[in-house]
């Protein structure tokens, strides 16, 4: 029989539609079918000046806009051949941990909502919401951040801001403690996910599979440390691998990512470099308000940035940076004007979801549901 | 930091593994290479991709095991029009590298890598989707992004971004 999975389906994540050919319960084949909110960003990319591309990343994986912010500026400013000051890099570490923790706290809510344990969910999102207050002060929004910039990152944190994400770090490792109570020496959790959905490393590989998808099956591999970015080779932190390969490998994986996730929070509250937080770079970066009040130089800046964009050196650059969900990769190509002559997104979940139908066939209905969780897939960012 | 100058010059780049790897396996396969912004850039003749890509893959001493993207750019009105891009990765060495092929805007036609890496099969099929690169040997190849009925390929520079309507 031919049973259609989504795209309306609650366990599917978005809009996702699965074919599934199965004979009892047990699933033989399994057919993806994406594209359901496909939006063009690519072709819009093209249209809009380099600064204007900025907030359209945010919209790609709405659970981590800083990660496709940074890793889009990244791009832009290797084009460009910017040098951005400490402050700023260290910012961007901050604010790209708060976004890992929230965009894991999602993914164990929702994963845990799906195979039944319905109280994580509230658990997750009562942590998560601390921290959408966190980029709603820094930020002005809490989930469409746009908080990065060409350059450097868009506003100084206002005051009081440091304070609080240090309550945060001091409450949240006791609040994994609590999540991992409920889970992980639970018989029905364990049941339901060890030895479910498995994939082995060379196929893993072979796959295209990234992210904790792939250091779930044993290959220990991120880019944070291994092609470091925006200074995260200054900070000390494990990267969790687990070797069996199955739903409840890439469970622990994240799981312990949270602790390393605020481990590396903590530490950039501690070494937080002072300073400026925008490069010295007038006709690329927006001049301050009180400058513009005062200098005539900063005005005429100002406006031609606004109205005309900013010119960038011809050349293709790919950036890669690690996301909650694997190697979000930008591709960038100049023509030497002031709009991108293409943007590529290499999205991690496109790659992942690839996995499923080596993961389940042969198996259960019941544990696409939970491979589907366990490969932690945002649509918006597949079908881009 | 200014930027330094684009190397093309193959003897100069020849430290680097992979393009040393790929001139000893067949130097008639390389057409350019490329490196600018500390990425290297090979141009590969069309007919040698996938045999470039495995040859590349099986390099004991920096395997590029990794298949992370593949795109195309089109540089519509200029022919040859498409250039599809592979990123590649070596997971152990920590390296990358980026292939490109030129296509001609008739008819762009390319071996499919997904004999290589499996893994390259939706990002293939994507760029069938949105440039119209046919991919031979491809298991599957349909639109995947847009619509099965749609007509045209959206991300070609000749197809307005509003549409057509």
Known sequence: MILNMGPQHPSTHGVLRLLLEIDGETVLRIMPDIGYLHTGIEKTC?????QQVVPLTDRIDYLCPMTNN??????????????????AQWLRVLMNELTRINSHLVWLGTHAMDIGALTVFLYCFREREDILRLFEMASGQRMMTSYFRVGGVALEPPLGFFDKVKEFTVIFPGKVDEYENLLTNNPIWTMRTKGVARITAEDAIALGASGPTLRGSGVDFDLRRDMPYSSYDQFKFKVPVATEGDVFARYIVRVQELRESIAIVQQALEGMPEGAIKADAPKVVLPDREKMKT????????FKIITEGFAVPAGEVYQAVES???EMGYYVVSDGTAKPYRVHMRAACLANLQLLPN?????????????????????GEIDR | MPLAPAITDLEELKGHPALAHLLNWNSKAVQSAKFDRDELSITIDRFFVRDACAALRDYADCPFNYCSDVTCVDWYPSEPRFEVIYHLLSIQNKERVRLKVRLDGNSPVVESVTSVWPGANYFEREVFDLFGIRFTGHPYLRRILMPEDWEGHPLRKDYPVEGYR
């Open chain 1, 70 to 87: 940074l890793c889009y500026v990244l791009a832009v400013e290797k084009l460009l051949g910017l040098e951005i000051p400490p402050r």
């Open chain 1, 324 to 326: 909650p969900r694997g």
């Open chain 1, 295 to 302: 200098q005539m130089e900063a005005l005429i800046y100002h």
């Open chain 1, 46 to 50: 093209e249209a809009k000046f380099y």
């Open chain 1, 359 to 379: 993961m389940c066939e042969g198996r259960l209905i019941a544990d696409v549901v939970a491979a589907i969780g366990s490969i932690d897939i945002v649509l």
